[in-house]
């Protein structure tokens, strides 16, 4: 016992010494191996974020060694994709502005295609039913003057409904040839022709109403315009007619008057105080 007891002392300093030695190569392990995981799992998660389409993740790692420039690196490469991403939004975004604009600019031109085909239709209806009217308008006519003819001393209230029959006859024949212009689609057949010639044709079609009135202001230096007088007249007679509909017997006033802006351009104006 005395002879071991000097040894056995040693070896409890030894393995006290041991012990100690191994917590701190434990702890000097463990710090190391944080020091390399840690910018590892930052790198990890900023690679999760950019694959998830968060492209602006931020690496907080400030070092000198390889991870510093690899994580460097990982910065620069997640800024380009974030720029890259966005440059892609926006090219996206244009391409499909575009594309609503053509398929709006599609679907209006689908829907005058169709407008114009249901107005081609109504028009061959409209010349089909016209040329069936003329035919009993034009006995009815006959018949009227025969009346007139035969009759040699009719009773007033005769004389009156046969000119009541005459004026309603007629005026069946103008809407009749009206529609019958409205169905005609004609090559325009351009010429020089004043508009206030024009304007004053259409306005002798048009028939007096009470508290209706058309004001006419064209300057007689206006140049001659170039223009198809039967598709132009069509034209203000519409725009004067609708405006007399449009007020539906309240009255108003329609203005018609004109301009020459530059040398080869004349503007016409067709304007009312109705709704």
């Known amino acids: 016992r005395s002879v071991m007891a000097p040894a056995h002392k040693f070896l409890r300093a030894m393995v006290l010494v041991t012990l100690v030695l191994v917590a701190c190569a434990l702890i000097a392990a463990w710090a190391f191996a944080r020091r390399l995981t840690v910018p590892l799992e930052h790198l990890t998660d900023a690679a999760d974020d950019i694959a998830a389409g968060r492209t602006t993740a931020e690496l907080p790692v400030n070092r000198g060694d ?49 407008r114009r085909e249901k107005l081609a239709i109504l028009g061959q209806l409209a010349g089909g039913v016209g040329h069936e009217l003329r035919n009993p ?50 090559p325009a057949q351009r010429r020089p022709v004043p508009l206030r010639d024009i304007v004053d044709a259409q306005l002798g079609r048009i028939p007096k109403v009470s508290g209706f009135d058309v004001g006419v202001t064209l300057d007689d230096t206006l140049p001659p315009v170039e223009v198809d007088p039967v598709h132009l007249g069509q034209v203000i007679f519409n725009l004067v007619t609708n405006a007399m509909q449009a007020m539906d017997g309240a009255g108003g006033q329609v203005k018609i008057w004109g301009s020459a802006p530059h040398a080869s351009q004349v503007e016409l104006y067709v304007a009312d105080n109705g709704p």
């Open 66 to 114: 390889e991870l510093g420039r690899l994580a460097t690196s990982f910065s620069i490469m997640s800024q380009q994709v974030h720029e890259s991403r966005q440059r892609l939004e926006e090219k996206v975004h244009e391409r499909t502005s575009a594309l609503n604009d053509a398929l709006q600019q599609l679907s209006e031109t689908q829907e005058a295609l169709v």
């Open 137 to 186: 308008l034009g006995v009815m006519s006959n018949a009227i003057y025969y009346l007139d003819m035969v009759l040699e001393s009719p009773p007033d209230n005769v004389k009156q409904y046969l000119r009541m029959l005459r004026e309603q006859v007629t005026l069946s024949s103008k809407i009749v040839g009206d529609l019958l212009d409205f169905a005609r689609i004609t």
